[in-house]
């Protein structure tokens, strides 16, 4: 039996990073709102720096791939078929709840690819569309960083740097020496007390959930304003599929509760916002006579374009002691290689993203998997010589859409409820190949500038960096994309998607300062339209 | 507790104590103890949990290498057999690694010999070096050098 619930005026289905923002946003219409969330409130109790199994949970249920992870609320993914592999987490808050919190912003040169550099599409909106939502965003969330970057254009974080530490001081040494460019990065961590979180205190180990409350996620900014502001959010509700009505407009959802009941939720205005893979699964698995293709698809390209930003790793040890696990991730990030320069053999560029160290477990099974630190006697002088020694400088590359590289149903697949999982296509283009090697090649320099030895290579497969962009992209001609500039579905009128599968192309940054800027541009737009909504 | 308890067999978990001595040995020189002391070796085994499948895979890939039982092999045997299983580099392999490892390094006699407090990282934290901000005097020279678009 189906449980039917009262009409909502809008339902968002995601509670994530951007499913945050629209909910907090859109609030001051008065609205009735509704978000689903397939995941739970996570609470700070339960994350891994509590407890001295802190780095062993990195490996079990604070794996960062869904199916390893394999939480009730997880869905598994299929990327057997891919170079790189999903990384995300289910929950309120979603991928901001496990995540770095490198917080850059694209560069205005990634809305225009097409235009500059001839490849791929331009986007339908500029960067200066967004800037001031960026703005707003990065005081909301509480971002600490260093304005007067000569590499990007003029932000104002509003409290300052992490510190760099020894590591950091490592690099900027090495990168002075160079004469290449770096600068602290935007970290989305509260270096000070900020709107009531605590500051930092340099736990380290920042990804799976910060214990202190320092590191900013959807649950600890934006949806505790939004409930306040009378949003209603429901946890352990897994969306199956949008149903549609006769005139072809979303009437709601169908979904199941913790218990396995299925429910139907109708709204006025559907919303999703279940990221660059959860996304494009919801819109294949609702086919219906009108949308034998799912919905949304009459372009064919829901799921397609996938990117996901291969993320070579370069690593080296150095004699003097580093941070290690001592403090935020990451500190400092390089544009000197962001742009195009055609001269380098491939078009768009990366950014050089330099991380911290590791705990001595990571270390050691890191190590003894590539053969570095060996068991048996050799064991403990070797751990030694590698823990609280390393560097490891990430390249982030710009990702290209290729229509090849998508998130279609897998045929066996499916997640507890019986819903059909993702399965994911993804392979290297020859620029992207191109572009990995010079950076990997510049890393290498930047670690022997360091003084490292050691130096060692790792390509894509484990270095899945959690972004899922692109696969409903946005546009203004309904063949070529699946929503407008102002991400409404070109197929069906009420239906919206504010995640990071709207996305042209997929720049050489980490994603969700720009994924929420974007969802608060949206928000705007619909509320500046509300009385031609569905026109 | 029991051995059977956590799925492991008495015979398993012999032989795993075993392993992981040669794994990683004690090393007075250092002041820490071996994988297979009984404190960390009980941590490994009660801590096995969704890894349990994998290992016992491993456990019977070591079996099989020592022809019986791997825990009454004499040293030489022994040793020369654990080195041939370690390398190789199976899942279940790495996995019945990683649980060793992920228990050894936690132990306080092991995190203290790394000169770091034991315990879990909150709500201590680390206090970090204080940052000489003058190295990016440099790079404040620059232009900028963002493409306008
Ligand atoms: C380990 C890791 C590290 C990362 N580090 C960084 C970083 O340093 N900087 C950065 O910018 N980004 C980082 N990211 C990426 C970042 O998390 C994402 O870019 C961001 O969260 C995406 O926002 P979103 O709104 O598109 O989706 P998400 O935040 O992924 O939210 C989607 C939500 O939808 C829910 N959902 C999906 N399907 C359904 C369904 N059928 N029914 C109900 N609910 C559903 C999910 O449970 C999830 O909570 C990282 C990600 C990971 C995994």
């Not at chain 1, 003029?154 to 090495?174: E, F, H, I, K, S």
Request: hydrophobic content about 40%; overall charge negative; aromatic content about 8%.
């Amino acid at each position: 039996m189906t449980i039917t619930h009262d009409t909502v005026d809008v339902l968002i289905i995601g509670a994530g990073a951007s499913g945050a923002v629209m909910a907090w946003s859109l609030a001051d219409t008065r609205m009735r709102i509704l978000c689903l969330e397939q995941g739970d409130w996570m609470k700070p109790t339960d994350y891994p720096a509590n407890g001295r199994d802190w780095e062993a949970r990195r490996m079990t249920d604070w794996e960062i791939h869904p199916s390893r992870r394999a939480r009730e609320t997880d869905y598994p993914v299929n990327d057997d078929n891919s170079v790189m592999k999903v990384a995300n987490f289910c929950g309120v808050g979603g991928g901001t709840v496990f995540w770095t919190a490198h917080f850059p912003r694209l560069h205005p040169s990634d809305f225009r690819v097409k235009s500059l550099d001839g490849v791929a599409e331009d986007w339908p909106i500029s960067y200066w569309d967004l800037a001031p939502w960026f703005e707003q965003n990065d005081r909301f969330f509480g971002v600490a960083g260093l304005p007067g970057d000569p590499g990007v254009p003029d932000r104002n974080p509003p409290m300052p740097p992490v510190p760099l530490g020894r590591t950091g001081a490592a690099y900027a040494r090495a990168m002075n020496r160079l004469g290449w460019h770096w600068w602290p990065s935007d970290i989305a961590i509260a270096t000070e007390e900020y709107e009531g979180r605590a500051k930092c205190i340099n736990l380290g180990h920042c990804t799976p959930g910060c214990a202190q409350g320092a590191k900013s996620g959807a649950d600890i900014t934006y949806w505790p304003a939004a409930i306040r502001a009378g949003v209603e959010l429901r946890t352990r509700c897994r969306v199956r599929e949008i149903t549609t009505n006769d005139q072809g407009m979303a009437s709601g959802v169908i979904y199941y509760d913790f218990e396995g009941n299925e429910h139907f939720q109708p709204a006025e205005v559907v919303i999703l916002a279940c990221n660059g893979v959860g996304t494009p699964r919801i819109l294949l698995n609702s086919t219906s006579g009108r949308f034998p293709n799912g919905l949304a698809n009459s372009s064919g390209l829901v799921g397609r374009n996938l990117m996901l930003h291969p993320w070579p790793q370069v690593r080296g040890y150095v004699e003097e002691e580093m941070d290690a696990d001592r403090g935020p991730m990451t500190s400092i990030w390089s544009k000197q290689f962001y742009e195009t320069d055609p001269s380098r053999g491939f078009l768009r560029g990366y950014t050089l993203q330099f991380a911290r160290g590791t705990g001595p477990v990571t270390e050691a099974v890191q190590g003894a998997a590539a053969g570095a630190i060996p068991w048996g006697p050799g064991h403990h002088a070797a751990f030694r010589r590698h823990f609280a020694h390393r560097l490891v400088v990430g390249i982030a590359c710009d990702d290209l859409p290729e229509e090849h590289n998508r998130v279609t149903l897998d045929p066996v697949l499916t997640d507890s409820h019986g819903i059909p999982a993702p399965k994911i296509d993804y392979t290297l283009s020859a620029n992207t190949a191109a572009m990995m090697e010079h950076g990997i090649a510049r890393a290498t320099e930047i670690l022997e500038a360091t003084g490292a030895t050691g130096i060692t290579t790792s390509r894509t497969l484990l270095n899945s960096p959690g972004h899922l962009l692109g696969t409903c992209r946005m546009g203004t001609d309904p063949e070529r994309s699946v929503v407008n500039p102002w991400g409404r579905s070109h197929d069906v009128k009420n239906l919206f998607i504010v995640d990071g599968s709207i996305w042209v192309t997929g720049g050489g940054v980490n994603p969700t300062s720009t994924i929420q800027a974007l969802a608060l541009y949206i928000a705007d737009q619909m509320k500046q339209r509300l009385a031609t909504l569905f026109d | 507790m029991h051995p059977d308890d956590t799925g492991l067999t008495a015979t398993e978990a012999r032989d795993l104590r075993r392993l992981a001595g040669f794994m990683i040995p004690a090393d007075p020189a250092f002041g820490v103890p071996g994988a297979d002391d009984p404190a960390i070796i009980q941590d490994v085994i009660a801590t096995l949990r969704r890894d349990t499948a994998d290992v016992k895979l491993a456990l019977a890939a070591l079996a099989e290498l020592a022809g019986g039982s791997f825990a009454d092999l004499d040293d030489a045997a022994a040793e020369a057999v654990a080195m041939r299983l370690l390398a190789e580099n199976a899942k279940p392999v790495l996995v019945l690694g990683r649980v060793v490892l992920s228990a050894y390094y936690r132990d306080d006699r092991v995190v203290r010999s790394l000169g770091r407090e034991p315990g879990a990282p909150f709500p201590r934290g680390h206090v970090m070096p204080p940052t000489d901000w003058s190295l990016l005097d440099p790079v404040k020279t620059r232009e900028p050098f963002w493409r306008k678009a």
